[in-house]
T-cell receptor
Framework: AQSVAQPEDQVNVAEGNPLTVKCTYS??????LFWYVQYPNRGLQFLLK??????LVKGSYGFEAEFNKSQTSFHLKKPSALVSDSALYFC???????????FGKGTMLLVSP | GAVVSQHPSRVICKSGTSVKIECRSL??????MFWYRQFPKKSLMLMAT?????????EQGVEKDKFLINHASLTLSTLTVTSAHPEDSSFYIC????????????FGPGTRLTVT
């Protein structure tokens, strides 16, 4: 069975500082990895994905994520956080093009002015 | 990009009544749609997977007679919460998977259901 772990319930960072939101995964096949962001009372917005290719994936709003196969991680990063980045972030996984997404529990990111 | 809409965005209903939530893929065809439920500050819980023209597949613990899902066309799926109770109050999110080859899932904006 596949699984996704987001070990932090909440990440606090000051505006302008770099941020990292952690995600590790477990899957038997090749992972398809995703990051989504959710603002209050809104649906999920796609940020970026890793399917194959370069381990560093660049996405929307200045976010990027690094796929690390040996550590089975896919941490989300941004060099300089904005207050408007404050939201709930979900890491998700599927093991093929056709399987169902498995979500992590989510990490609340709070960026202070 | 692909857009998924949900209607209504929020609904309040009385206990014992039924409420229908629509999920539409606006600019692509979706043979498969997913319905999720999300509790406050929690992750998404997959309720069921619906395929156009066939019966939905429900996750363990989800009452299929209470949460009726219909996927009558390639662009529309509906979730009907029957005989709603306050414990059914939640945020319901649908997702549509493109049948165009990339198999990406696109999410709707969610529906806030409050049962009084």
């Amino acid at each position: 069975a596949q699984s996704v772990a987001q070990p932090e319930d909440q990440v606090n960072v000051a505006e302008g500082n770099p941020l990292t939101v952690k995600c590790t995964y477990s899957v038997s096949g090749n992972p398809y990895l995703f990051w989504y962001v959710q603002y209050p009372n809104r649906g999920l917005q796609f940020l970026l994905k890793y399917i194959t290719g370069d381990n560093l994936v660049k996405g929307s709003y200045g976010f990027e994520a690094e796929f690390n196969k040996s550590q089975t991680s896919f941490h989300l990063k941004k060099p300089s956080a904005l207050v408007s980045d404050s939201a709930l972030y979900f890491c998700a996984l599927r093991d093929s093009g056709y399987s169902t997404l498995t979500f992590g529990k989510g990490t609340m990111l709070l960026v202070s002015p | 990009g692909a857009v998924v809409s949900q209607h209504p965005s929020r609904v309040i209903c009385k206990s014992g009544t039924s409420v229908k939530i629509e999920c539409r893929s606006l600019d692509f065809q979706a043979t498969t749609m997913f319905w999720y439920r999300q509790f406050p500050k929690k992750s998404l819980m997959l309720m069921a997977t619906s395929n156009e023209g066939s019966k939905a597949t429900y996750e363990q613990g989800v009452e299929k007679d209470k949460f009726l899902i219909n996927h009558a066309s390639l662009t529309l799926s509906t979730l009907t919460v029957t005989s709603a109770h306050p414990e059914d109050s939640s945020f319901y999110i649908c997702s549509a998977r493109s049948s165009g080859g990339d198999y990406e899932q696109y999410f709707g904006p969610g529906t806030r259901l409050t049962v009084t």
